[in-house]
């Protein structure tokens, strides 16, 4: 079946550091990709997302690109902030598919 | 705001008291909600899905009399987990998706709720 594999954390980086968090997936067919972010005590919130193959998703400056040939969709920041701490999960699924897959969450520790 | 509430955010009990979670679509009524649950450093796993008025469907491995779903209005779906003990220690969350062509694929998360059982 379908399945999320992301990098293990956590994460530590310095404030302004470049940030990237692996994400490989296995699935059938084409599946939309996600990251989410969690903040400490909130709910998962949608971070970005790709639909289709070479798509780029892009929100608060971070990227992942969808890329078939690697099935990979990697998240990555150029200068994360202190306020950027928050653990990070991916997650498939097929359109019209309720069943969501996810990674299991990397947490990212951002220090002034 | 939130579009989804979850309550209580954390829990602790002792080991053969019940604990009852309830999530609510705030935004409009949703006939549908997903359950998950997180041990730690590992993914969020399907539990059930809430159907309103109907029976919740399980995934395979969860037991349905232990982990009892209501979905008892179109706004609320509540997880109990029964006679809960240290091993059902863990981090609940539900899920709603969003409605619409302009939402699709849209997923609303309530807060999640740690349980922890001594």
């Known amino acids: 079946g379908d399945s999320v594999t992301q990098m293990e954390g956590p994460v530590t980086l310095s404030e302004e550091a470049f940030l990237t968090i692996n994400c490989t997936y296995t699935?059938?067919?084409?599946?939309?990709l996600f990251w989410y972010v969690q903040y400490p005590g909130e709910g998962l919130q949608l971070l970005l997302k790709a639909t289709k193959a070479d798509d780029k998703g892009s929100n608060k400056g971070f990227e992942a690109t969808y890329r078939k040939e690697t099935t990979s969709f990697h998240l990555e920041k150029g200068s994360v902030q202190v306020s950027d701490s928050a653990v990070y999960f991916c997650?498939?699924?097929?359109?019209?598919?309720?069943?969501?897959?996810f990674g299991a969450g990397t947490r990212l520790t951002v220090k002034p | 705001g939130a579009v989804v509430s979850q309550h209580p955010s954390r829990v602790i009990c002792k080991s053969g008291t019940s604990v009852k979670i309830e999530c609510r679509s705030l935004?409009?009524?949703?006939?549908?909600m997903f359950w998950y649950r997180q041990f730690p450093k590992q993914s969020l796993m399907l539990m059930a899905t809430?159907?309103?008025?109907?029976?919740?469907?399980?995934e395979q491995g969860v037991e349905k009399d232990k982990f009892l779903i209501n979905h008892a209005s179109l706004t609320l779906s509540t997880l109990t987990v029964t006679s809960a003990h240290p091993e059902d220690s863990s981090f609940y969350i539900c899920r709603r998706a969003g409605r619409g062509k302009l939402a699709k694929n849209i997923q609303y998360f309530g807060a999640g709720t740690r349980l922890s059982v001594l």
């Open positions: 935004d409009f009524q949703a006939t549908t």
């Open positions: 699935a059938t067919g084409y599946p939309s």
């Open positions: 809430s159907n309103e008025g109907s029976k919740a469907t399980y």
């Open positions: 997650a498939l699924n097929h359109d019209n598919n309720n069943d969501m897959r």
